[in-house]
Structures are given as structure tokens and as C-alpha cells.
């Protein structure tokens, strides 16, 4: 982030009572129940081990224009392209270094209504930066990795992002934005960050103030986890900033205080696991709700309140649409206590 500077279901989906369809009650037909698979923290400390060991071999960072930079992204890259995503390395140029972002569209879902999530991909040349910004950098390459391995039906379409030069003001993220032309920006209709979400000790979670639907989302899994949040302010700081900029609706989540922000000790050892299991799987939980996941093989039935309640989010309503929709969280298993 640049300042001024466990496991279980997450989402079952159940239509509970009748819905007034040409002018008579009739039965809603049944929306599968398919929450986002358990993503185990594991999965995430190994990419977080991968991006430690590009740092550890290209002269302990990977900072824009810098080779540990350029390795990070080819190895996102190589794991979404085996995984079936649509990929490009998209090229700009900043201070007389190129730098690069990773775009990764899913094919599925409604390619005019886009759900997406990033993360900025670069460290500051002090340190391999695992907490800022691996961990982002990991909880949306795993997330995106679920996906792949669960196939689900998707009412909208996902793409995600890996941002380069962050460090540097948002380079990347604002050569993307401003590239895209205006019919492009429109079908963006989500963007979520994930940036600095790995921190040891982390008891509460951060929730960016942006967007009210969108964090009651967040909070709601999060409390239904038994874990606490606060509000968090995250301003211009990053990369969010250059798609609310453009319009499109913003939110994201971060951990608690890095006391190696920006400095040589961030590094695997600053990151722990359950932090990071849970900052993938409230991403997962976020990317399944907004793209109104359903099981392989299966549509939404587009006259039931269910349908409604995923536009619940958009429209700044999203508790009561749930509970219109007769649709309940299941808060089956736990992330384990986040301690010290």
C-alpha cells in the first residue's frame, strides 16, 4: 500500500417462501446452495513462499523495473493461464522502466457486467514486501485459482488484476483505468482490493468506508465468522482509487499494523497463516456473492426474489435484500482465533 505516507462454508443459498410472479404466488424454483470451497491457508503461504524466494533471487525485492518485479508477474501468470483464464501482460512505462500489469478474465458469467478484483503486485526496493503487497497478491491469485477448480455458474463475469508501480502512485492501476475505453468502464460494475492483508496479530479486520453495500457484505461475513472489523479510510492510497476515480463502486479489506511496512523485514516471516486464510476466503465469499455464483451446470432462475437479492448489493440494500430473498448465511466453521 503506498501511505503518506478459518475454514468452512462461507455462503449457502437457500429460497425459504413464495413469490408473487404475473400477478399470482407461485413456488420460486430452487437456487442451488453452492458457497465458495474452503480455501485452505496453506495454498496461500505457498504462493507467499514463491514470491519470497523471486525476492530472494532477484536482490531481495520486486519493485517496479526491477527483475523480481517482472518474475512475480510471470509466475501469476503462468499459474492463471494453466488454470484457464484469459490472460495479458499489459505494458507501460514509468521513470524509464516498463512495468507490467496481469489482467485475468474467467470465461463465464455476462462479459457486460464485470465483477473484479486486485491487488498491487510490486514491493518497495527495501524488502521482498510479502505483507505489502504478496498477500493481496496472493488472496486474489487463489481466489481465482478456486474458481477455476469449483467452475461455477456466474451471473457476471470475473476479471482480476495484479497492479504494477503501486509503490510509485498507482501507476499501473491508472494506466489501466484511463486506457479502458468508455463503453469498457461501464461494464465494470465491482472493484475490490485487496492490499496489506497478511499482517501478524491482526485481531480486527479493515474494512474500506467506501462503498455502504459492499462493506455490510464484508462486515456480515466477517461477523458471522465471530470476527470484529473496524471502518477503514484508505483515501487515495491505492489502487481502488483508480477505479472509483472512473466511477466504478470500490470496497476492499486490510489487516491490522505492519510494523515492517516498507522495510527490509517484510518479509515471509512478517505474514501468518490464518491471517491470510481468512483474507482469502472473505475474498472468495465477496467474488462468489457479486458474481451470483451458482453450482456447475445450474442458472439462476431470473424471476425469484433470489435474483434480486445479488442486485441487492449494488443498490445499498444488501442485508435486507438478503433477508427478502429468504437467503441466510451459514456460519458453520471458523477460521481459529486471530491472535498474536
Not at 146 to 168: N, T
Request: overall charge positive; some cysteine; proline content about 5%.
Amino acid at each position: 500500500m503506498t501511505i503518506r505516507k478459518a475454514s468452512g462454508p462461507l455462503l449457502a443459498i437457500a429460497v425459504a417462501a413464495t413469490v408473487a410472479f404475473s400477478g399470482q404466488a407461485a413456488a420460486a424454483p430452487a437456487v442451488p446452495a453452492f458457497a465458495p470451497p474452503d480455501i485452505p491457508a496453506a495454498n496461500v503461504m505457498a504462493h507467499l513462499d514463491q514470491f519470497q524466494s523471486i525476492a530472494t533471487a532477484n536482490g531481495g525485492n520486486r519493485a517496479h523495473g526491477r527483475p523480481g518485479f517482472r518474475a512475480s508477474a510471470d509466475y501469476v501468470k503462468a499459474k492463471l493461464d494453466a488454470a484457464g483464464f484469459q490472460t495479458r501482460l499489459q505494458a507501460f512505462t514509468h521513470n524509464g522502466a516498463t512495468g507490467w500489469n496481469v489482467i485475468a478474465d474467467w470465461p463465464g458469467g455476462n462479459p457486460n457486467e464485470v465483477v473484479f478484483l486486485g491487488a498491487h503486485l510490486d514491493s518497495v526496493p527495501a524488502g521482498a514486501g510479502v505483507n505489502d503487497n504478496a498477500s493481496g497478491s496472493a488472496a486474489a491469485l487463489e481466489t481465482a485459482l478456486a474458481v477455476s477448480r469449483a467452475k461455477p455458474v456466474l451471473r457476471k463475469s470475473l476479471r482480476f488484476g495484479w497492479w504494477g508501480a503501486e509503490e510509485l502512485g498507482l501507476i499501473g492501476s491508472r494506466y489501466y483505468t484511463t486506457s479502458l475505453p468508455a463503453a469498457e468502464r461501464t461494464k465494470i460494475k465491482n472493484y475490490l482490493n485487496f492490499d496489506m492483508v497478511g499482517a501478524k496479530g491482526t485481531t480486527s479486520w479493515g474494512v474500506y468506508n467506501d462503498n455502504a453495500a459492499m462493506r455490510q457484505m464484508f462486515e456480515t461475513y466477517f461477523r458471522g465468522k465471530g470476527i470484529a472489523t473496524r471502518p477503514m479510510d484508505v483515501g487515495g492510497r491505492s489502487d481502488h482509487a483508480s477505479f472509483k476515480n472512473i466511477g466504478v463502486p470500490v470496497s476492499g479489506i486490510g489487516s491490522g499494523k505492519d510494523p515492517c511496512y516498507h522495510s527490509r523485514c517484510d518479509d515471509i516471516n512478517n505474514v501468518a497463516a490464518n491471517v491470510v486464510g481468512v483474507s482469502t476466503n472473505a475474498a472468495a465469499h465477496a467474488a462468489w456473492t457479486l458474481a451470483g455464483a451458482t453450482a456447475a451446470g445450474t442458472e439462476w432462475p431470473r424471476h425469484t426474489a433470489a435474483w434480486s437479492s445479488i442486485a441487492a448489493v449494488e443498490a445499498g440494500s444488501a442485508v435486507a435484500g438478503f433477508r427478502r430473498a429468504g437467503l441466510r448465511e451459514a456460519t458453520t466453521g471458523d477460521e481459529g482465533a486471530l491472535t498474536g
